[in-house]
């Protein structure tokens, strides 16, 4: 809406000039990073309409376990006060003795998993009296999702069952202002402070049925792995967690100069085969139909384009003036253009008819 704006704004301007050329000349100019948001801003509309806007809720599964430190080091890149180790604190969690595998829940959308949710078991310990209680930790929501209404519904999902299981109560560290909505109030109201003995607006506490904490006060004791992470271990670990989930971030994280080649290649991939599904695999933009059907990547010179073996057979006459291996071809940033892209989408048309394997 900004770039409607923006583009009506100037209209008077443009109406005394010569309006086709100056319009066609002031659109070339247009900052490509605004039409890129606004292309995302859209697609994501489309996303949320598709799916009727419904996530899943459900437990983890070690196939999530990669995907989830991904999703959680993302979605504390930016966030205020993070220590940039929660990536490697969701990893270290699912190890100890106090995690709580039966509260470990993730919120998938359209197969992809965009939320998560951990706890582990705590205790409030006060005159010679323990009493068990859970923390809960990272919560977890990919950026583009936050806001949204993904990390609420992690936690009410996940108190819920709690609350079956038979647990006590929740104490938490977290934002003032935003866990009251659901029921924690200050834990010194409850007579609970921190190991320390201290006490401050994010240190809350949530019973999970009715005088689950009368009679009950002291400091609360976490499992160690809250306190024990090293930080060039998180450093090196949030290295491979940096690395693309999806093709856009891949796109994103390449030099400006080779964002629009691989963008009109994945377009004409996409043409080629509508009903393809994006991925990452062997670290390269893939796309999936029923199996990989192709991936590509870019590099200095050119960008490579891997169909498999079968396909480039079929297609060697057309390919002798690049430079190909077995399974795949170079196609150089100087000379590509239309005749390229149409090539490329009539070999990802092949290799989805043929169903290669």
């Known amino acids: 809406m900004d770039l409607l704006r923006f583009c009506l704004s100037r209209f008077t301007f443009l109406n005394s000039l010569d309006y086709k050329s100056k319009f066609a000349?002031?659109?070339k100019k247009i900052d490509e990073q605004r039409l890129k948001e606004l292309c995302e801003s859209m697609s994501r509309v489309s996303e949320q309409n598709k799916a009727?806007?419904?996530?899943?809720l459900r437990l983890e599964t070690k196939s999530d376990r990669d995907i989830v430190e991904r999703v959680t080091y993302r979605a504390f890149l930016n966030a205020e006060h993070s220590g940039g180790n929660e990536a490697l604190l969701a990893r270290k969690l699912r190890n100890c003795?106090?995690?709580?595998?039966?509260?470990?829940?993730?919120?998938?959308?359209n197969g992809e998993v965009i939320g998560n949710i951990m706890y582990t078991r705590s205790k409030i310990v006060g005159g010679g009296n323990e009493w068990d209680s859970l923390t809960f930790g990272p919560v977890s929501v990919l950026p583009k999702y936050q806001r949204d209404g993904v990390g609420s519904a992690l936690i009410h999902k996940t108190l819920e069952v709690a609350?079956?299981?038979?647990?006590?109560?929740?104490?938490?560290?977290?934002?003032?202002n935003?866990?009251?909505?659901?029921?924690?109030?200050?834990?010194?109201?409850?007579?609970?402070?921190?190991?320390?003995?201290?006490n401050f607006p994010g240190f809350m506490a949530l019973p999970l049925y009715d005088g689950a904490l009368d009679g009950v006060s002291g400091k609360l004791?976490?499992?160690d792995v809250y306190f024990t992470l090293d930080k060039s271990e998180s450093d090196a670990f949030n290295k491979k967690c940096s690395a693309?989930?999806?093709i856009d971030e891949y796109i994103e994280t390449q030099p400006i100069y080779y964002q629009s080649f691989l963008r009109r290649v994945r377009g004409v991939i996409h043409t080629a085969v509508p009903d393809s599904i994006e991925k990452i695999s062997y670290q390269m933009p893939t796309f999936w139909h029923g199996q990989n059907l192709i991936h590509f990547a870019a590099f200095k010179k050119h960008i490579g384009i891997y169909p498999g073996a079968e396909a480039m057979a079929h297609f060697t006459p057309r390919l002798c003036h690049y430079k190909t291996s077995k399974g795949a071809v170079q196609f150089p940033y100087q000379d590509f253009g239309d005749e390229q892209l149409t090539l490329i989408g009539e070999i990802v048309g092949w290799c989805a008819k043929n169903n290669r394997s």
């Open 52 to 56: 009727g806007y419904k996530a899943t």
């Open 97 to 109: 003795d106090a995690f709580v595998k039966e509260l470990d829940y993730v919120t998938e959308l």
């Open 163 to 176: 609350r079956e299981l038979g647990y006590r109560a929740v104490l938490i560290f977290g934002h003032e």
């Open 178 to 198: 935003y866990y009251p909505r659901f029921g924690f109030k200050p834990a010194s109201e409850y007579g609970i402070t921190t190991a320390e003995g201290e």
């Open 221 to 223: 004791f976490c499992d």
């Open 25 to 27: 000349d002031f659109l």
């Open 244 to 246: 693309p989930m999806n």
